[in-house]
């Protein structure tokens, strides 16, 4: 175990990585869905470590296979379901094989999970995590265990995610729980609960572990990252919002990049904004959902805002970080969508001019406000129809947007090869747009300067510049580098010395 000095304050962790025992017990841990449920696996992976099961990815040598779960479209769900189908055939191979799902399903189908698929063993919630070691002891005694309650506090604040991470470059940081805003399609309310934030000390504790051991970037998660709150109970001028959470974070060290995710357009502020702008390390890209460009439909889905608000807190952005990109969610073929309202938000998409945007078509979720309230009544061959020219319309925008990159130069952060070549070197600008370049002498982890040569609509080409700056920044890491190297063997040699001397005294003293 490491000490670390944090603020004047010592703290103790253990490794962030993986430990890889094969004379353990074996869990393999399988995610689907967002960012969130990536670090909740990290959560789940840390608390079963201290509990004697280690980690495996090869799901063949697996004890336990817990697959963590999402509820937010039906085929998310239905993806769920084929493979408990494939780990029913693995449990008839290894009969001690047990099975746990967990996360947002587990808490919406606790029942059916258990009833229809006779193979679960196990069903946790995602604010249940911290008692699996106790469901685990009855599962390995043969019964079956389940807790999905959910809660007003959790936030695994104490909790070091175990990185699971291939690249070790970039890691979530979870700052809140939950969400308070019942857009009325949405399940996360139901099965992830009440918003709560997580204490500021602790997420600087996590991200100062995580600059320790080399990591180079930082996503703050949160459902409305906006909403983000802490109460000093005793002093109300240490409460902390957003904004203020933001540059905390950017102040932890200089070289840590910063990104969040997801902010909401009735929330995101002008100091949020601001504290952009302020600190090189914060990156410029935001992800500002919009569902839909009809202020009638964003309504009925209660977001809170309309396309008018929206669209001036797009103008906001582009004026306070003119370089800044900016993406999007939409969801085609909403309750009582028209071709109108469909038209509106190919008009919004375009005159925001996204960067980049996740498209879905409305998938209704049992209990949400929309399924009691409102008529599924967009056919299925209309949706889809919307959605491919939202699509189209979005591929037309990133391709240009990236042509006007083209001759510009970015600070990358490589995170590893590119898919197609090993030669190649992939990483991210500011803007979380991916660039791919030579390798030359680089590696994962490695800022590089990139000139933008061409692109696609997905990715831009890059080549290398070398420019003096950027060698000089090498050489004094070099130097940097030894002289560390040299203070370390002599401070070993001087506390060998005066242990030595320690050691001669206590002996003269006990003649
Ligand atoms: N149907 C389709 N898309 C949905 N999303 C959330 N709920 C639904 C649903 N019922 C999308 C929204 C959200 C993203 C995470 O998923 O666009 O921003
Ligand atoms: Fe769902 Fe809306 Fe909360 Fe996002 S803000 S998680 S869409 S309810």
């Known amino acids: 175990m490491s000490k670390q000095k944090i603020n004047t304050k010592t703290i103790d962790y253990k490794s962030i990585k993986p430990i890889l025992d094969r004379s353990k017990k074996l869990v393999y841990i399988e995610t689907y869905g967002c960012q969130m449920n990536v670090n909740d696996s990290e959560l789940v992976l840390a608390i079963l470590q201290d509990n004697g099961y280690f980690f495996t990815k090869d799901i063949n040598e697996a004890d336990l296979i817990l697959i963590n779960t999402c509820s937010i479209r039906e085929n998310a769900e239905q993806r769920v379901w084929g493979r408990l189908n494939v780990f029913r055939i693995a449990k008839t191979k290894k009969t001690s094989l047990k099975v746990g799902v967990i996360g947002c399903m587990a808490e919406r189908l606790k029942e059916q999970l258990l009833e229809r698929e006779k193979i679960v063993d196990m069903v946790v919630g995602p604010d249940a995590y911290r008692s699996l070691p106790d469901l685990l002891r009855n599962v390995e005694a043969g019964q079956k265990d389940v807790n999905v309650l959910l809660s007003r506090e959790e936030t695994y604040a104490d909790i070091t995610p175990v990185r699971m991470d291939e690249n070790g470059v970039s890691a979530f940081v979870s700052i809140m729980r939950g969400c308070n805003n019942v857009c009325s399609y949405c399940v996360v309310p139901y099965t992830r609960g009440a918003e ?38 005793k002093n109300p001028e240490k409460d902390v919002n957003f904004a203020q959470l933001l540059e905390m974070v950017a102040l932890v060290n200089p070289l840590m990049r910063v990104r969040f995710a997801t902010s909401h357009p009735k929330d995101i502020s002008n100091g949020v904004l601001y504290t952009m702008a302020m600190y090189e390390n914060i990156c410029n890209c935001v992800h500002l959902p919009v569902q839909s460009g009809s202020t009638r439909i964003l309504e009925l889905m209660n977001r809170k805002y309309t396309r008018e608000h929206y669209l001036e807190r797009i103008a906001k952005i582009r004026k306070i970080i003119p370089d800044c990109a900016i993406t999007t969610d939409v969801i085609a073929g909403f309750c009582t969508e028209t071709d109108y309202d469909h038209a509106q938000t190919l008009s919004l998409m375009t005159e925001a001019d996204y960067d980049f945007a996740y498209m879905f078509k409305y998938s209704e979720r049992p209990n949400t406000k929309a399924a009691r309230q409102l008529k599924d009544d967009v056919p299925e061959d209309l949706k889809t129809k919307r959605l491919s020219e939202i699509i189209e319309l979005q591929n037309r925008l990133s391709l240009e947007s990236n042509k006007r990159d083209i ?29 791919v370049f030579p390798k030359k002498n680089y590696a994962a982890g490695d800022f590089v300067n990139a000139e933008i040569i061409s692109c696609t609509s997905a990715t831009l080409i890059g080549e290398i510049v070398e420019n003096e700056q950027h060698e000089t920044i090498h050489e004094l890491k070099n130097i940097l580098g030894e002289t560390i190297h040299i203070f370390e063997e002599k401070t070993e040699k001087a506390r060998n010395k ?10 003269k003293w006990k003649q």
């Open 196 to 233: 709560r934030s997580r204490s500021p000390k602790t997420i600087l504790n996590e991200i100062q572990i995580l600059v320790d051991n080399g990591y180079k970037e930082v996503t703050l998660l949160g459902q409305n990252v906006d909403s983000y709150f802490w109460k000093d109970e």
């Open 407 to 435: 001759g510009k130069i970015f600070n990358v952060l490589a995170d590893g090869f590119s898919k197609r070549s090993d030669e190649y070197l992939s990483g991210r600008t500011s803007q979380n747009k991916t660039v």
């Open 498 to 507: 005066i242990k030595q001397n320690i050691n001669k005294t206590t002996k």
